[in-house]
């Protein structure tokens, strides 16, 4: 947990592999009480990147499938985490990228995490002494920083570390895996509207009522507490958000309904996923995540509105190199 | 943690014990990153009661020792703490309750919490089916509502289960016991000057920016894992106060100084305790609390200040009974 960044050391590379694929999954960020600083990893969701060594230098998108984006490794997420890593490790070798998306952009679980996370994950499978799971979430940053404007964590260390994550702060930069919520189940929810995160950004208040803020970290405490004690009341009791719920929720149409929707049928948690506009939701049986997504998504479609719903696990892994 | 408050029964008393003596130790609340949340209780600090049954009904107190406290039981906390307690179990016998405090009042570490804690925690001694710790603590609640004009658990909770508690919220009520900090050494430092509560309480903003709420609550999330993990590095970094400290510390005088002292001597936390005067000051050894609260007792001296100092440790143990 309290690696500091690799030195700037020429890695060597290794004769092998010289060709791998790698699995990374989708994430959800600002997990209710954990604004900026909870995320999870999904299980089965998720992209697949190949990576091949090359004699060259740097990164280069040879192919993109799933989805229109840039090529050029600069203005590409991968690209930039990827060079930023390379560039930093003084690495003797280039890398070739194929990006085949299935996490659709926009949706808000982690889209471009999952491309900034897996391309350094990728890379470090080449090298002889292979990065910590920290100085890749903090390289990952920089391909995140591309797609969002800040460096932020909050869906890069759980695609990378896998399971529940914590991101404590910047300064310094600290991640902590939390144990792991392996018997939780996740629906997925995305209606298909744009938030732009600026936007998602710019209604929330700058300043917050002190006693919501008392709320906030009683609840985040309390949950980490429940993971450790896995109190299952005590994380159904915790899981909440009083902070950038009551805001962020009037960019959601029908959420009020949809969140109801759900605890009705036994969920355990709701809220935002990332910057929204998916939504997820908890349970502890997948009956009860089946029964939401049905319903749910009858409502938007009743209504007019698209959606794709995915019915998921907390995952325990990460990135993970595939057949 | 889940049990719910004892539904009103008649109690029945035993033959056995009549008479006993009840240590009640000094606590610490408001500890840094968790405002209204996370106390720990100290060891060796505190006062004595002595609790004989009686054939009569309610709370008499028949001697207080060391204070100029209040005699008649519905102005004294105990008093007001026992009767509650008393009359919700529909009890068949009335208590004596002497009172011998060592904890000055008004000092900041829990001398009327201790009262409170201690009448309940003593008067549980006479029954058969005794209390929870978190019932008793929601009785010891109103006998702080006496002193401090709301009913709060930041230092009765400690005080009853020992260690370190982090009060989750009162709606539900709920106190998470966390990991013993055993190995922790206390520096208590206490100024004679007088901050009365509503003070303290006026001098905080009622909005806080959002930025800080979200790191107050990384801040005391992580200290959490911190003590689950016992990653003493975390614990060092989480265990701090952005919302709190910058208000309440214009009340003491020569803060800044006495914080510089504790953290040049190897102190790893410092801040207020409860709402002040006392300052508290944690270290890894007790040659580094030692040297800072001679350091610190001489900068207040020599300007004129007089103040009382203790080095203890953090304790296990709540109330208890001895000989």
Not at 138 to 153: I, P, V, W
Request: proline share 4%; with cysteine.
């Amino acid at each position: 947990m309290s690696q500091e960044i690799h030195k700037k050391t020429t890695v060597q590379s290794l004769d092998n592999p010289t060709e791998i694929r790698v699995f990374c999954p989708a994430t959800v960020a600002n997990v209710n009480c954990g604004f900026d600083s909870l995320g999870f990893a999904l299980k089965g969701i998720g992209d697949e990147m190949v990576f091949r060594k090359t004699e060259g230098r740097g990164v280069t998108i040879t192919e993109i499938t799933g989805d229109t984006l840039p090529m050029e490794a600069h203005n590409n997420v991968a690209g930039v985490a990827g060079n930023a890593m390379l560039e930093d490790i003084n690495a003797n070798f280039g890398v070739e990228i194929e990006i085949h998306k299935k996490i659709r952009s926009g949706s808000g679980i982690g889209s471009s995490s999952a491309s900034a996370a897996g391309a350094v994950y990728g890379i470090n499978q080449f090298l002889e002494k292979p990065l910590s799971n920290l100085e890749l979430t903090r390289y990952a940053m920089k391909g995140e920083a591309l797609a969002s404007g800040n460096e932020h964590a909050d869906n890069v260390a759980p695609c990378i570390y896998g399971g529940t994550t914590l991101v404590t702060g910047y300064n310094p930069f600290k991640v902590i895996a939390l144990p792991p919520m392996d018997t939780v189940y996740v629906g997925i929810l995305h209606p298909h509207i744009t938030i732009k995160t600026k936007e998602a950004r710019k209604i929330l208040p700058t300043h917050v009522p002190l006693k919501d803020a008392i709320a906030q970290s009683q609840h985040l405490a309390s949950f980490v507490a429940s993971l450790y004690e896995w109190d299952k009341e005590l994380f159904k009791e915790s899981i909440k958000d009083v902070l950038v719920e009551p805001h962020r929720k009037l960019l959601i149409p029908h959420f009020d309904e949809i969140k109801a929707i759900s605890l009705q049928n036994g969920c355990i948690a709701f809220g935002i996923s990332g910057s929204g506009p998916s939504m997820f939701c908890l349970a502890f049986a997948k009956a009860d995540i089946d029964k939401y997504l049905s319903e749910s998504t009858a409502l938007y479609e009743c209504n007019g509105l698209q959606v794709d719903s995915y019915s998921s696990r907390i995952s325990g892994e990460g990135c993970k190199v595939i057949k």
